[in-house]
């Protein structure tokens, strides 16, 4: 119930903030995102015996904040994030191994939930309006349809395990069918917001988007099994964390993006 009642009101939330809202206040809801998913990977790395930087909460915040601010690149936020990262070993840590393991994780904290979580902010700040918001609905509708379709075919006619050892429930045919109910949803939607899309160019969306979502569910499972942790976190109640519920989507957003940039 708990579940239902969360989807019942950050649904209808999301899409009054991308529909109606500003686009600073799309970025202030992202910037949120990404430093409670900095905080999540720093309770799984805790869990593991090592710990992420504080300083970390910084460079998360310039990393997205690049895919913002104009005046801001990509580049600056990369080199600072560098320096502020490594200052920050330099001043407060002594040498070990542990620590060492820590700096890196934090490197990679800063990147895998700034610059993911960045690309879904570039997506919508695309002009021309209302362009940006249909693509950021976009990307989570195909994303999130591709997951209830995979969930659903495989608890019907799931039989061959597709990883085991990262999630023993996903299976082939689940694959197959989120895939399927993920390239429907991009051609839907294309139809109705992007008709200049040749079809053919919203399947082969659909598909990539479907897939590297997958990719992504994956890859925050094999955090989760190293960790030796169910969930990121409890925050959203019935769901887990929040890495627990974006981990497909920062897979698939920066793809999106980049092809999307490639075509215009």
């Given at each position: ?198 079809t053919s160019a919203a399947i082969g969306l659909g598909l990539m988007l479907g897939l590297l979502g997958v990719l992504g569910d994956l890859f925050e499972s094999f955090l989760k099994r190293s960790a030796g942790v169910k969930d990121t976190s409890a925050l959203i ?28």
């Amino acid at each position: 119930m708990s579940r239902l009642l969360t989807a019942a009101v950050a649904v209808p939330l999301l899409l009054a903030i991308l529909l109606l809202g500003p686009d600073w206040l799309f970025f202030a809801l992202a910037l949120v995102v990404a430093l409670l998913s900095y905080w999540e990977l720093g309770a799984l790395m805790k869990s593991s015996g090592q710990n992420l930087l504080g300083a970390g909460y910084l460079t998360v915040l310039l990393v997205t904040s690049a895919f913002y601010f104009e005046p801001l690149t990509l580049t600056h936020a990369t080199l600072a994030s560098i320096l502020v990262i490594g200052g920050a070993v330099v001043f407060q840590w002594s040498p070990s191994r542990d620590r060492l393991v820590g700096a890196m994780g934090t490197f990679f904290a800063t990147f895998y939930v700034g610059a993911l979580m960045g690309s879904i902010v570039a997506l919508r700040t695309l002009d021309p309006e209302p362009a940006g918001r249909h693509w950021v609905i976009f990307l989570l509708a195909v994303v999130f349809v591709g997951d209830a379709g995979a969930f659903y075919s495989g608890r019907s006619l799931g039989r061959h395990a597709l990883a085991p050892r990262l999630s023993p429930k996903k299976t082939v045919e689940g694959l197959v069918g989120g895939i399927v109910a993920s390239i429907a949803a991009a051609v839907a939607l294309a139809e109705l917001w992007f008709p200049e899309l040749q079809t053919s160019a919203a399947i082969g969306l659909g598909l990539m988007l479907g897939l590297l979502g997958v990719l992504g569910d994956l890859f925050e499972s094999f955090l989760k099994r190293s960790a030796g942790v169910k969930d990121t976190s409890a925050l959203i109640p019935g769901h887990g964390g929040i890495l627990d519920r974006i981990d497909s989507v920062l897979f698939a957003a920066p793809a999106l993006l980049l092809c999307l940039l490639w075509m215009a």
